[in-house]
C-alpha cells in the first residue's frame, strides 16, 4: 500500500526536479542568449534587473527551482536515513513516554522504495530486543511502535508470572527471560504504582512495567491451540510493549511480516510533557512542558 505523504512528497520531487533542469539546461540558456542579442545591439551590459524585464522568469519555474534542493533533501532523509516519530500512547513505558518525539533508522531493516516500500537493498533484519516502528497489520496506514520479542521459528510463551519465554528456532529449551530489580515505579494505574523490573532480550537491557493486581487478558489472546504459546511464522515477528499489561500487540493482533516494517527507533530528539489540571484552558495538543533530561537519549 502506498503511503500518501511519501507519494506526495515524490511527485513534488519529480515535477519541481524536472522544471530545475530545465531551467538549468534549457530555458535558462535561452533567456541568457536572448539577453546576448539585446546587448550586442545595444552595445552595453544590461542590469539584472533590466534583463529579468526583457526575458522575465516565470513564478512557477522560480519557485520550482527555489524549492526543488530542500524538497529533494527532506525526500531523501525522510525516505532513506531517519525519520521523526511521536510516541502517541504508553505502551512502551517505561522505555518511551507520551510526548516523546523518536528518530526511527530506516536503512536499518533494509532499503525500500519511498511510496510501495518494496526493499531495494538488503541491509539487515530486526534483531530480538529492538524497538521497531511498524505498519499495523490490521490496518497498515496506521504505525505502531513495539519491541522484537520473536523472530521466524521462534516459539514464545507467556507465563500467568507475566514472563517471557523463549524458545529459538531450531532449539528445544525454552529459555525464561528473567525479570531482575523489580520496584514500584512513579506510574499509576486504578490507584496502584506499577511494578518497574529489568529484562534483557537479546543483547538488549531494558525496562518493564507490570500491573501488581490486574490480571493478563487472556481471553482476548488471538486464537490458536496453545492459548499462552506463539509459533513465530517463516518471514514475520512476534512484538510486544515494554508496558506489559497496557499494550495491544502481537498476543492480541497477530504477528508483523517483515515487510511492514519502517524502521528502528534510535533516539529521543525531543521530549513534551502534556500534563495539565482538568479546568485548564489550554487545548490538550499544547505541550505544557519540556522534559530536557530526555532529549538525545539513545533507546
Excluded at 530542500?70 to 502517541?88: D, G, T
Excluded at 527471560?177 to 532480550?201: H, N, T, W, Y
Aim: neutral net charge; aromatic residues 12%.
Amino acid at each position: 500500500m502506498a503511503n500518501t505523504f511519501s507519494l506526495i512528497l515524490v511527485l513534488v520531487t519529480l515535477v519541481t526536479g524536472v522544471v530545475w533542469v530545465l531551467e538549468k539546461l534549457v530555458w535558462g540558456k535561452k533567456r541568457q542568449q536572448k539577453i546576448a542579442a539585446v546587448e550586442s545591439q545595444t552595445n552595453e551590459a544590461l542590469s539584472k534587473d533590466v534583463a529579468a524585464k526583457i526575458q522575465p522568469q516565470p513564478w512557477w519555474v522560480e519557485n520550482s527551482v527555489s524549492i526543488f534542493p530542500v524538497i529533494a533533501f527532506v525526500l531523501v532523509l525522510r525516505s532513506f536515513i531517519y525519520e521523526p516519530f511521536q510516541i502517541p500512547s504508553g505502551s512502551m513505558m517505561p522505555t518511551l513516554l507520551v510526548g516523546d518525539f523518536i528518530l526511527v533508522e530506516k536503512f536499518s531493516y533494509g532499503i525500500k522504495d519511498p511510496v510501495f516500500q518494496s526493499k531495494i537493498i538488503e541491509t539487515g533484519e530486526p534483531k530480538r530486543g529492538d524497538i521497531a516502528v511498524f505498519r499495523y497489520p490490521p490496518q497498515p496506514n496506521i504505525d505502531y511502535i513495539k519491541r522484537v520479542v520473536g523472530l521466524p521459528g521462534d516459539t514464545i510463551r507467556y507465563n500467568e508470572d507475566k514472563q517471557i519465554c523463549v524458545q529459538a528456532a531450531g532449539t528445544s529449551t525454552c529459555k525464561l527471560v528473567e525479570q531482575s530489580d523489580a520496584e514500584k515505579s512513579p506510574f499509576f494505574q486504578d490507584g496502584m504504582p506499577l511494578i518497574q523490573a529489568k529484562e534483557q532480550l537479546g543483547e538488549v537491557k531494558h525496562n518493564i512495567l507490570i500491573s501488581p493486581v490486574r490480571r493478563d487478558n487472556v481471553a482476548a489472546y488471538q486464537p490458536r491451540a496453545y492459548r499462552n504459546e506463539w509459533v513465530v511464522p517463516e518471514g514475520e515477528y512476534f512484538m510486544m510493549g515494554d508496558n506489559r499489561d497496557n499494550s495491544a500487540d502481537s498476543r492480541y493482533w497477530g504477528f508483523v511480516p517483515e515487510a511492514n516494517f519502517v524502521g528502528k527507533a534510535v533516539a529521543i530528539w525531543i521530549s513534551f510533557e502534556f500534563d495539565r489540571d482538568a479546568d485548564s484552558a489550554l487545548p490538550s495538543w499544547i505541550p505544557t512542558g519540556v522534559r530536557f533530561n530526555r532529549i538525545g537519549g539513545l533507546i
